[in-house]
């Protein structure tokens, strides 16, 4: 299956921007990085959402190779957010950035969240990368602080993805889809289900927009042009998730 192309990352004549974003569970890159990166460069992101990044002995140069062998380079993010990592494209300008580590449960694993204020073109974007916790309370917990963290950071547009460990119709993910767009089902593009890569059959990775985004196109990447089935298989046990998106120029 060949898909309908993406629209293609532009800047508009208004200083809008038509991006594109995508997010990624790398399983901390125990699996064959060649055929990640072939998957990522593949996609064309301005920005990529990592979640499971390394964190552990040397993180910062297994990060640093991710983001050179995919085009790209690292915004924020990896072992001091607990595992989400931010990768972003030249196009992007850099405001500021945030690793917050979330609340820890005691007996389950620290979670976090890669966050950046950016800019492309004329337009201001807030970015943030997530991986919620298989445990229900915990994951819908986490979930309002992903919702509180957004209202936080002070700008009009944003975008969050992840792996969030629940599906459209548990009660994390619609926690999310009320004040948010869920890309997939505002404008659905390539598959739908993301885990496992095997044989795909759950869609437990998602990528939001706030309200004002324009979404053009969303979900996995499988038919895309440069990406092959083997290497989605070969990469990791997750699916990729990419969205086009126009965000408005700044006001």
């Not at 990166?37 to 992101?45: I, M, Y």
């Not at 739908?192 to 309200?211: H, Y």
Request: charged share 25%.
């Amino acid at each position: 299956m060949v898909l309908t192309p993406l629209p293609d990352p532009r800047t508009e004549a208004d200083g809008s921007a038509v991006i594109r974003v995508l997010s990624y569970n790398v399983r901390s890159m125990h699996d064959d990085t060649e055929a990640l990166a072939r998957v990522v460069r593949a996609c064309a992101p301005d920005l990529v959402l990592v979640q499971e990044a390394p964190r552990f002995f040397r993180w910062r140069k297994a990060a640093a190779r991710l983001a050179k062998s995919s085009g790209l380079v690292v915004l924020s993010g990896g072992a001091t957010a607990a595992g989400p990592l931010l990768l972003c494209s030249l196009r992007v300008a850099v405001e500021r950035t945030e690793d917050v580590l979330l609340p820890l449960t005691p007996g389950l694993h620290r979670r976090g969240f890669a966050t950046a204020v950016v800019r492309i073109a004329g337009a201001r974007l807030g970015v943030l990368s997530c991986h919620l916790s298989l445990q229900r309370d915990e994951r819908l917990a986490q979930a309002e602080l992903l919702l509180e963290r957004l209202a936080a950071m002070g700008v009009e547009h944003a975008v969050a993805g992840g792996d969030l460990n629940d599906g459209p119709d548990g009660k994390a993910f619609r926690q999310l889809a009320g004040p948010l767009q869920d890309c997939r089902a505002a404008a659905p593009w390539g598959g739908e289900p993301t885990f496992p890569s095997e044989e795909p059959r759950k869609r437990i990775d998602a990528i939001f927009a706030t309200p004002g985004i324009e979404v053009l196109g969303c979900g996995a990447p499988t038919g895309l042009p440069g990406v092959s089935e083997d290497d989605l298989r070969a990469a990791t046990d997750h699916l990729p998730v990419l969205a086009a998106l126009h965000v408005p120029a700044a006001r």
